[in-house]
Each structure stands twice: as C-alpha cells, then as structure tokens.
C-alpha cells in the first residue's frame, strides 16, 4: 500500500523556524515527484512546489520563493518542507502528494498525505 | 500562471440528485485536469484525471469530461456520502494551480 504520512501538528511563534516531513512507504520513492500544497483556514488549495528525490531537481511556485524550501533524505524516503522564519499568514494545513504520470504526459496527485496543521502566533 | 475557474462555487442538492461542476482554464490545458474531493479535515482525495480518466475505487457515478480550456464533472444520483467540497486542478504547466472549490450542500 502506498502511503505518505506526515509528522504533527506544530504550533510556532512569528520568526521561528520550522521543517514538516512526509515519510513515504510502498513504492520507489526515487522516481516520483511530491508536491507540497497549502490550504489556508476556509479557503482553497495551493501549490507551494515540487521536487525529485531522485536528484533532487526543485521548482518552487514563484508566489512561494524566499519563503521556504523542499528537501528529501532518500534513506529515510522522506520528503520535508522547510520554513525559514515563520509569519501569522503561514497559518494553514500543509499537504505533501505524490505526483503520477501517464504515457500521455498529463500527470496527477495521489495518494496525499494526511496534512499538518501549522499554527503561528505570538 | 494558469488560472482555473468553477462554478458554482456553492450547490445545493438532494439525494438522488445529479449535478454538474465546471472548470475553465484561462488558456487551453488540453487534457491536463484532474478532480478531488475534500471533506472536513481531510487530503483531497483524487476522482478523475486526466479530464475524464476514473481513480481505481471511486463510483462510476462520477463522471469527468472535457478538454482544452472546459471541463465539467457531473455525479449522477447523489448520495449522502457526496456532499463535500470538490477542486479541479491544472498540470499542464507549473505552477500548477486549483480551482477554487465547489462546496456541494444537502438541500
């Protein structure tokens, strides 16, 4: 079974740093691209960006640049996704999802994981 | 960026009902358009993909179709388990990017 599960919920201060994970199990973890989505309380769904973890080739939403920052550790199948110093508007639920592609070239998100909830507030 | 539009955004139906939800890309995305739904606290769990391509283990009763820049999903027979949110999503080219969100309500 394939699964993507990530780490809990975290409640942070203005300024702080912070790295949420997404530990895969169930397929070759190498050869998938996962994507990092926020949703904001109430509202819809973003994508922040992407990376390989086969070479770890990024590409970060532009709107989400200077922001943060996408890594993987291929021995622990992980993906994480980093925040350099924290604002109240990074309040929001982050989801990881791995990325399938058909022979065609259009590709989709599936499975996602659960989601973390991150919280900032002074 | 690509920029993806539903309507309705709210939608209020019965039981047994069908409806449709739409999604415009503002520029041709051919048939790079996948659905999900969400629930209260929960992952977005993957419909259809590739406009009209059905997830292993959803209903039949969903339905995708379109390509270009319209796109449409249609349940037929609503059940209880359907009223949810639902999100069209854009991989043609990043930043990938979602529709709003269509929130379908019981009447």
């Known amino acids: 079974e394939v699964r993507l599960v990530q780490s809990g919920a975290e409640m942070k201060k203005p300024g702080e740093p912070l790295r949420i994970s997404c530990q895969t199990a169930g397929y070759a973890f190498n050869s998938f691209w996962i994507s990092w989505v926020r949703q904001r309380p109430g509202k819809g769904l973003e994508w922040m960006g992407h990376?390989?973890?086969?070479?770890?080739?990024?590409t970060l939403n532009p709107s989400f640049e200077g922001q943060v920052t996408i890594s993987v550790d291929k021995s622990l199948y992980t993906a994480y996704l980093h925040f350099n110093s924290l604002k109240a508007s990074d309040t929001a639920m982050y989801f990881c999802?791995?990325?399938?592609?058909?022979?065609?070239?259009?590709?989709?998100?599936?499975?996602w994981g659960q989601g973390t909830l991150v919280t900032v507030s002074s | 960026d690509i920029q993806m539009t539903q309507s309705p955004s709210s939608l209020s139906a019965s039981v047994g009902d069908r409806v449709t939800i739409v999604c415009r890309a503002s520029?041709?995305?051919?048939?790079?358009l996948n659905w999900y739904q969400q629930k209260p606290g929960k992952a977005p769990d993957l419909l259809i993909y590739?406009?009209?391509r059905l997830q292993s283990g959803v209903s039949p009763r969903f339905r995708g179709s379109g390509s270009g820049t319209d796109f449409s999903l249609t349940i037929s027979s609503l059940q209880p388990e359907d009223f949810a949110v639902y999100f069209c999503?854009?991989?043609?080219?990043?930043?990938?990017?979602f529709g709003q969100g269509t929130k379908l309500e019981v009447k």
């Open positions: 590739g406009a009209s």
């Open positions: 520029e041709t995305i051919n048939i790079h």
């Open positions: 999503h854009q991989t043609y080219r990043p930043p990938y990017t």
């Open positions: 990376i390989y973890p086969g070479d770890s080739d990024t």
């Open positions: 999802a791995r990325r399938l592609r058909s022979g065609a070239g259009y590709s989709w998100f599936d499975p």
